[in-house]
């Protein structure tokens, strides 16, 4: 069945250091992806998207990385800041205008 | 602020009472969502509503009553709930039709006592 999820629900880094957050989807026909990130007590915020006609997609500190041959989506953050830390959720678009597909998130802390 | 507005932030209420969770998007937006999510859990879909008509019910427990009296506007109607349900409860639109995400709102933090 269709699955978005992500290969570890944790994951500390050092303070300027860069990090990678991955998530596995299973629905070859999705067409657009998002990153979430989630900070304690607030709603998921938007940080970057990227369409399946593309591979990599860049934005401020943020990087996301497409491989659709192995159904893999990736987030970098470069230069990781405490104000990092959250969970992070990947979402899949498995058809046009559709219903998103959330992951289970992937909490990020960063050690100062 | 995102463009959807939840209120209230923080609730906490007994088992026998009735309360309701308001969501507001400003997005322009035409379809709206109710969540909820528990502790070191996943985003659990509760209600769809797309054009005004609800088009999704997970299978709630009928104490939970969603109402859509317009595009902009979303309800969650909450009576005899269960200390199960403490929540966090998020509300989300997006526009259909547009490949593109969810807004979602800071959600409401439910108690239930």
């Known amino acids: 069945g269709e699955s978005v999820g992500l290969h570890l629900p944790t994951l500390s880094v050092q303070e300027g250091d860069n990090s990678i957050i991955n998530c596995a989807y299973s629905n070859s026909a999705s067409d657009y992806f998002i990153w979430y990130k989630q900070e304690s007590g607030k709603g998921p915020q938007f940080i970057i998207d990227i369409r399946s006609n593309m591979d990599k997609r860049q934005g401020q500190r943020v990087t996301v990385l497409l491989n659709k041959t192995v159904k893999h989506l990736s987030l970098q953050i470069a230069a990781t800041q405490p104000g990092d830390s959250a969970v992070y959720f990947c979402a899949e678009n498995p058809n046009q205008g559709g219903k998103l597909i959330f992951g289970q998130g992937t909490e990020l802390s960063v050690k100062p | 602020e995102t463009g959807v507005t939840q209120t209230p932030r923080h609730l906490v209420m007994g088992m026998t009472n009735k309360k309701s969770l308001k969501c507001e998007q400003h997005l322009g937006h035409n379809a709206m969502y109710w969540y909820k999510q528990s502790a070191k859990k996943p985003l659990e879909l509760m209600f769809v509503?797309?054009?005004?008509?609800?088009?999704e019910n997970n299978s709630v427990p009928s104490r939970f009553s969603p109402e859509c009296p317009n595009s902009s506007h979303l309800f969650l109607h909450l009576h005899t709930l269960q200390p199960e349900d403490s929540a966090l409860y998020l509300c989300?639109?997006?526009?259909?039709?547009?490949?593109?995400?969810?807004?979602f709102g800071s959600g409401t933090r439910l108690t239930v006592v």
């Open positions: 509503y797309s054009l005004e008509e609800r088009v």
């Open positions: 989300a639109s997006s526009q259909v039709g547009s490949p593109s995400g969810y807004t």
